[in-house]
């Protein structure tokens, strides 16, 4: 237990998850965690990723890990995933460092690839963790800004259907008016003159 903790220690940030650091009698809650080790920029612009579905191959090769070096991780982890569920840990690695030496891939190698793909993968997730959350900030202003104008443009219509209602009223007041002055000649005089005048318009039945 002593060693793995000790092994986790000195890869800290390479694995997704160290159970040792669980909080524990000897480990508080509040304890620091050292700081995990700032992953290697990319040499080239990595993949994008629709649907969150990531092309490995591609990220491992923008990171600048070769393909050969892919291919030596890939045979270690495809010898671990033939080995019997129930073999003891010291007899896969044995199996494991003999069938890679039948191979011709040196161990160290196989090691240095894999850590090259976690350092890959971690750059990978704070890239599209940094490009993440310009989106969100750049959406959020946006929305900001769409929010404003639409608040803006509602304004301009209460005002306006206000501004139309007091028209409407002002003007149905003055037609009560005016309509006084028509009662007092007569309906009949009235529908006479709107007929006869080519100015007028002699209204229709609803």
């Known amino acids: 237990m002593s060693d793995r903790k000790n092994w986790g220690s000195t890869v800290l940030g390479w694995f997704v998850v160290q159970e040792d650091r669980i909080p ?54 495809e010898l671990l995933a033939a080995l019997p569920a129930g073999t003891d840990a010291p007899v896969k690695k044995q199996i494991v460092e003999v069938s890679l030496n039948t191979f011709g891939v040196p161990i160290e190698k196989i090691i240095e690839g894999a850590v090259q793909e976690i350092q890959a993968l971690e750059a990978y997730i704070r890239a599209g963790a940094a490009d993440t959350q310009k989106v969100h900030e750049e959406s959020e202003k946006r929305i900001t800004q769409f929010t404003e104008e639409i608040r803006r443009i509602r304004t301009v219509m209460e005002g306006r259907m206000a501004e139309q209602q007091a028209v409407i009223a002002a003007c149905n007041e003055k037609k009560l008016g005016i309509q006084k002055v028509l009662e007092f000649f007569g309906q009949e005089t009235v529908a006479r003159v709107v007929r006869d005048s080519p100015k007028l318009v002699e209204p229709q039945p609803r």
Do not use: L
């Open 24 to 77: 524990g009698p000897e480990a508080p809650a509040d304890e620091p965690s050292p700081a995990a080790p700032e992953p290697p920029a990319f040499v080239k612009e990595p993949p994008a990723a629709p649907g969150g579905r990531v092309d490995f191959a591609a990220v491992y090769e923008a990171a600048g890990v070769e393909r050969e070096e892919q291919a030596r991780v890939t045979k270690a982890a």
